[in-house]
T-cell receptor
């Protein structure tokens, strides 16, 4: 069974530029999560989708971050404009339902300079 | 307020010894779930074990067991016979309900870095 796919693996951008990350969840998984993990910290939930609806986006900085999950499958997370403090690993995860374990992709390491 | 608290930033344990990683949680839900994940230096998050709030038995998966004390709101991970490959970050996580349509979200603690000494 294929796992959660994320791209790119690494990205370096200058502050004020924009960037987008892509996630393809495990087939059949209705729940998709985007987490931000700053070095040395635990993952922070940015947004959670159930199919193509948003379950929680209370910690998403909506002035600069946006996410969508069209057709309830793939998802993109965008940052525009990026700030230095956005440097982190962005983890995508999926689960069959909201009450089952989540499976994670390998993450995208973003460096903002 | 922190929903998940892991008070041990780092631990050093001799190989083959057992180790307990602490996790306490805060929720007013009656139905919730607790997870432990392992994150090696390569960065991937690996699911280890799950405990539901209504499960009467402590969860076990191979060398991993979860010491669930509901009244104390603690869900400690026990690793028996530690191995060098157990060196990693370990995260406790809790699923908690959100307001809409009975969905739940998954929240993580700050993690414990475990180092196994040969």
């Amino acid at each position: 069974e294929a796992g959660v796919a994320q791209s790119p693996r690494y990205k370096i951008i200058e502050k004020r530029q924009s960037v987008a990350f892509w996630c393809n969840p495990i087939s059949g998984h209705a729940t998709l999560y985007w987490y931000q993990q700053i070095l040395g910290q635990g993952p922070k939930l940015l947004i959670q989708f159930q199919n193509n609806g948003v379950v929680d986006d209370s910690q998403l900085p909506k002035d600069r971050f946006s996410a969508e999950r069209l057709k309830g499958v793939d998802s993109t997370l965008k940052i525009q404009p990026a700030k230095l403090e956005d440097s982190a690993v962005y983890l995508c995860a999926s689960s069959f339902g909201t009450n089952t374990e989540a499976f994670f992709g390998q993450g995208t390491r973003l460096t903002v300079v | 307020a922190q929903k998940i608290t892991q008070t041990q930033p780092g631990m050093f344990v001799q190989e083959k010894e057992a180790v307990t990683l602490d996790c306490t949680y805060d929720t007013s839900d009656q139905s919730y779930g607790l997870f432990w994940y392992k994150q090696p230096s390569s960065g991937e998050m690996i699911f280890l074990i799950y405990q539901g709030s209504y499960d009467e038995q402590n969860a076990t998966e191979g060398r991993y067991s979860l010491n669930f004390q509901k009244a104390r709101k603690s869900a400690n991970l026990v690793i028996s016979a530690s191995q060098l490959g157990d060196s990693a970050m370990y995260f406790c996580a809790m699923r908690e309900s959100v307001s809409n349509f009975g969905n739940e979200k998954l929240t993580f603690g700050t993690g414990t870095r475990l180092t196994i000494i040969p």
